[in-house]
């Protein structure tokens, strides 16, 4: 019996390996205006390979103290225009920063082509539901078809979801990839918690308000060229989000991601969401803590200003308190500050 089991996990973990060879799929979505369509053909069409099981999708956020973030994004200025535009890395937590800033135009980048595959499939789905339960109905059926791990076999459309590792309580016993939309009903300040915040987002992907792009960040000739589109049609970028990028820079590939975050920041009226890995006692934890800044954007263009590692990232420490779970604030060498880190 332990055999064969052994044998059946050194079969899957072969079948994994091997697609690996497959280029994603590229998924064109339905619906475009003409900004949309220019701005999808900067995608990097040399990225299209599918990456290792250590790069997943986030179906949701893994982030902390998305709530308080919340709070100061609805709460802050928005951009003079009412053509503004969010800009975001990742998965669908982009939607969410969207519908607090009432943004009128979308742009999702990644350097994961999955990412932009699912994404894709996303919109497609949004756009056929009229109601949020029958939304989150459908995309459980899509994620448990296209989990790589439910169907290892399907070489060319599965994609690779990261679990939720959120600190967030509404996240606790949340263990099924299909679970972490179903939270999203419940959670507060989801785009899917009310069906109003629910039709403003599908509302702009049916205008074709939505572009996905596959790009690295440190390619920053690209970006500048997104900022030039939108500039040039009088649209001003009021949000961006990069997650926790940061945390991956290495040396060589800092100034890039300093160019090409001052190159989306609008004078001092874009606002800036990030994320770092919280420190306790001197050691990094999985904890990522999500802040926002505005009208710092002479700050940004200093490395001082963000958490780039300063050792490479397989030198890092990682540690557990005593009870083998983190704690984010226990002497915290990172505090955030106030309303420039909403934390």
């Given at each position: ?169 509404i996240y606790d016993g ?60 009088a649209i001003m ?107």
């Open positions: 019996m332990f055999r064969q089991q052994q044998s059946e996990e050194k079969e899957v973990q072969s079948i994994i390996t091997a697609r690996l060879k497959y280029l994603v799929p590229q998924q064109p979505l339905k619906y475009q205006d003409a900004l949309s369509k220019k701005l999808s053909t900067l995608t990097n069409s040399e990225m299209n390979k599918r990456l290792p099981l250590s790069n997943g999708v986030y179906i949701g956020t893994n982030e902390s103290k998305i709530q308080d973030s919340a709070t100061v994004l609805s709460e802050l200025p928005k951009v003079d225009t009412d053509e503004r535009c969010h800009i975001g890395f990742s998965g669908l937590h982009n939607f969410d920063i969207a519908n607090l800033r009432q943004s009128s135009r979308i742009i999702i980048c990644d350097v994961n082509p999955e990412n932009r595959l699912f994404l894709s499939n996303v919109i497609s789905i949004l756009c056929e539901c009229s109601e949020r339960t029958q939304f989150i109905d459908s995309m459980v059926r899509y994620i448990e078809k296209h989990d790589l791990h439910n169907n290892p076999h399907d070489l060319s459309s599965s994609i690779n979801f990261c679990p939720n590792a959120s600190d967030e309580e949340v263990t099924q990839n299909t679970d972490q939309i179903r939270i999203e009903l419940k959670r507060p300040n989801s785009w899917l918690h009310t069906e109003e915040s629910f039709h403003y987002i599908r509302n702009l992907a049916l205008n074709g308000k939505i572009a996905l792009i596959t790009e690295n960040i440190t390619n920053t000739a690209t970006f500048k060229r997104i900022a030039s589109l939108l500039q040039n049609n970028i009021d949000s961006l989000y990069v997650s926790n990028i940061a945390n991956y820079m290495e040396a060589q590939d800092q100034q890039s991601f300093l160019n090409t975050t001052h190159a989306l920041i609008e004078g001092n009226s874009t606002i800036v969401i990030d994320a770092y890995h919280v420190r306790v006692r001197g050691y990094f934890t999985s904890t990522l803590a999500q802040r926002i800044r505005h009208g710092e954007k002479e700050q940004m263009a200093n490395a001082t200003a963000w958490p780039f590692p300063k050792k490479q990232r397989s030198n890092l420490l990682f540690a557990n308190d005593n009870n083998g779970t983190h704690n984010p604030t226990e002497n915290s060498t990172l505090e955030p500050q106030s309303l420039s880190s909403a934390k």
